[in-house]
Antibody, heavy 123, light 111 residues
Framework: QVQLVQSGAEVKKPGASVKVSCKAS????????MHWVRQAPGQGLEWMGW????????NYAQKFQGRVTMTRDTSISTAYMELSRLRSDDTAVYYC????????????????WGQGTLVTVSS | QSVLTQPPSASGTPGQRVTISCSGS????????VNWYQQLPGTAPKLLIY???QRPSGVPDRFSGSKSGTSASLAISGLQSEDEADYYC????????????FGGGTKLTVL
């Protein structure tokens, strides 16, 4: 079955960077875009951007441009999200989520989701 | 402040029918499809409804979605205790370079 397994929880100091991994299995990794979504404690969902695992092309939400880098390693079917210059308000659970289908993005959806990675930013 | 507007809470008793609304604009719901996600306490979100009104396999037909103009709704009939969760609507927004936008979430309580 299609599955996304993320790396474990991280604790970082303000100003540091964090890199979260998302290992895919059960499907052709290069066939579907991968998205990253975060959720601050007690808050809603916030889209961060996507990567096309086939080409490596990316599209980042305006809020994160300049601080986020999404990459992939097709040899191990793994996507990565690196967030730099961390602040306390970056404390959140970070999810990877696969595009649900190979249709155009405006008519797409997220399915499945990874289990989430808690990133805590604290001095 | 979320781009899509949902009521923060909803409630119902077992067996009842409840609806959750999601209001947007011409750049998101008005021109693109709407998806709904269910997030049970302490777990990752799960796809509940896609393309306005389609249910993934395994999702009970008690859950249904609809869209009209710049608004969408999620209906849950025959409410069950295990439906107690947070529900989020989402749509692609064509503004600027484009982005996915979510509602703020609705916490459903089964009384």
């Amino acid at each position: 079955q299609v599955q996304l397994v993320q790396s474990g929880a991280e604790v970082k100091k303000p100003g540091a960077s964090v890199k979260v991994s998302c290992k895919a299995s059960g499907y052709t990794f290069t066939g579907y875009y991968m998205h990253w979504v975060r959720q601050a404690p007690g808050q809603g969902l916030e889209w961060m951007g996507w990567i096309n695992p086939n080409s490596g092309g990316t599209n980042y939400a305006q809020k994160f441009q300049g601080r986020v880098t999404m990459t992939r390693d097709t040899s191990i079917s793994t996507a990565y999200m690196e967030l730099s210059r961390l602040r306390s308000d970056d404390t959140a659970v970070y999810y990877c989520a696969r595009a649900g289908a190979t249709v155009t993005i405006r008519h797409n959806w997220f399915d499945p989701w990874g289990q989430g990675t808690l990133v805590t930013v604290s001095s | 402040q979320s781009v899509l507007t949902q009521p923060p809470s909803a409630s119902g008793t077992p067996g009842q029918r409840v609806t959750i609304s999601c209001s947007g604009s011409s750049s998101n719901i008005g021109s693109n499809t709407v998806n709904w996600y269910q997030q049970l306490p302490g777990t990752a979100p799960k796809l509940l409804i896609y393309s306005n009104n389609q249910r993934p396999s395994g999702v009970p037909d008690r859950f249904s979605g609809s869209k009209s103009g710049t608004s969408a709704s999620l209906a849950i009939s025959g409410l069950q205790s295990e439906d107690e969760a947070d529900y989020y609507c989402a749509a692609w927004d064509d503004s600027l370079n484009g982005s996915w936008v979510f509602g703020g979430g609705t916490k459903l309580t089964v009384l």
